[in-house]
């Protein structure tokens, strides 16, 4: 049986650490599957009853411990690794470096966004290219980051396999109205508090529009200054292991990024059937169809687009949000289109 690894920094629930579990759900059946991440947490809890084995070290938060890669080789050697799966900067560049101290192991980096872009570090963008040339392949989860790895990065095409981001279906949450019991219209952003996530936008919409309530999920370092002046109608939530619940409520998600890749919370959105509100930059058009709106980053526009999409029929938006998941982001369906790429890397 072939053996994958996959290798993720933070072991916290976000984007990449769910692309990683499911990936892990999706191997499962054909592969042995082993994880490294930097602590305990989230990720490696839930995928503890599926790895073989799981490497736990604190040094992968760091981008150069030689103590690191030392254990990473040690540890690939033992279990005999044929595919690292690496789905973060330090990650990537780990795997990365592990292939020239094992020539014969397949390294997949995925990328969740280029930082090196949207942080506007040369020196970064630079070292990510170089890097590019010791990965057996590059995943991209989005069209936009695909377009961003050829245009701004200049990684050789060969290079890279795109395959837009996909979840496995979620638990499906019922309403007896569509619109909460209260009256008052839901807004829910999921999104950790930081750069570039904007959630500052959504605040001072929420200032001037009081008949709204608006929820906030996620943790971060601008959390606590955000909420420190928030008006009353805002609700900050924290990180949720699960978001059924606030789904179940919500009457309309909003994602108001300057940048992103292929969020984890739109696709949620979408397989839970929700209205969507989102950003007007490239990698975010791909979700909007007959299904909710795309904005500029201003407020005044933010609260112009909320009250046009609090007139609309937004059951319907919402089964438009449920038919785009099904026919582009089920990982159920689109599932042989991962194995085969696997495959691929360990033949």
Not at 172 to 201: T, W
Not at 204 to 232: H, N, W
Request: charge should be positive; include cysteine; hydrophobic fraction near 40%.
């Amino acid at each position: 049986m072939k053996k994958a690894l996959f290798i993720t920094t933070n072991p916290e629930l976000g984007g990449a650490q769910k692309w990683t579990y499911d990936q892990i759900l999706l191997l499962v059946d054909s592969y042995e599957v082993y994880l490294s991440t930097g602590s305990h947490g989230w990720l490696s809890k839930e995928a503890k009853r599926h790895c073989k084995e799981m490497l736990i070290d604190k040094r992968l938060y760091s981008f150069s411990s030689l103590g690191y890669l030392f254990q990473l080789w040690k540890f690939t050697k033992k279990n005999k690794i044929n595919l690292l799966i690496a789905s973060s900067a330090n990650a990537g560049i780990y795997a990365r470096l592990l292939k020239i101290l094992v020539p014969s192991i397949s390294v997949v980096y995925v990328s969740h966004g280029w930082s090196a872009i949207y942080r506007g570090n040369y020196i970064y963008q630079w070292i990510e290219k170089g890097l590019s040339y010791l990965s057996s392949s590059i995943l991209v989860i989005s069209k936009s980051d695909y377009s961003k790895a050829i245009n701004t990065l200049h990684i050789a095409p060969k290079k890279l396999k795109l395959i837009e981001n996909s979840i496995f279906p979620l638990p499906s949450v019922k309403r007896d109205k569509y619109v909460a019991v209260n009256q008052r219209l839901q807004i829910v952003m999921v999104a950790r508090f930081d750069i570039p996530k904007r959630q500052d936008i959504l605040i001072e919409t929420a200032r001037q529009l009081p008949q709204i309530d608006f929820y906030f999920v996620g943790e971060g370092s601008q959390m606590q200054s955000l909420q420190k002046d928030a008006p009353s109608n805002t609700y900050f939530l924290g990180a949720l292991n699960s978001i059924e619940e606030v789904m179940q409520n919500a009457d309309i998600f909003v994602l108001l990024s300057d940048s992103e890749g292929m969020p984890l919370a739109v696709l949620e959105a979408l397989a839970y059937a929700k209205p969507l509100l989102l950003s007007n930059i490239p990698s975010l058009h791909t979700f909007i169809a007959a299904n909710g709106l795309l904005v500029s980053n201003r407020v005044n526009a933010v609260v112009n687009a909320l009250v046009e999409l609090e007139k609309k029929e937004l059951e319907k938006l919402g089964t438009a949000s449920k038919k785009m998941f099904n026919e582009r982001f089920n990982l159920e369906i689109r599932k042989q289109e991962y194995l085969d790429y696997y495959q691929s890397m360990v033949t």
